[in-house]
């Protein structure tokens, strides 16, 4: 599931709102033990283009919201 994930976003990274949705629907569909792995590869590949969508999203998901 992770790869796919990946995939997914690499493939609508055009469009902001589109990576934001679908990275929230990454993080439901994902383990618990792959999220480090995930955030990691999330940073490296996309904290040009949306640091603060990246920022926001997991920030949320360590709340627990």
């Known amino acids: ?3 796919y ?3 997914i ?10 990576f934001e949705k679908e990275l929230r629907k ?5 383990q618990p033990a792959e999220l480090p792995d995930f ?3 999330c940073y490296q590949q996309f904290s040009r283009l949306y640091r603060r969508v ?3 999203v997991f920030g ?3 709340l627990g919201a």
């Open 26 to 30: 990454a993080l439901k569909m994902l």
């Open 9 to 18: 976003l690499l493939k609508v990274s055009f469009s902001k709102a589109l």
């Open 1 to 3: 599931m992770l790869d």
């Open 5 to 7: 994930v990946k995939m």
């Open 39 to 41: 955030r990691t590869w």
């Open 54 to 56: 990246l920022k926001r």
């Open 60 to 62: 949320e998901l360590s």
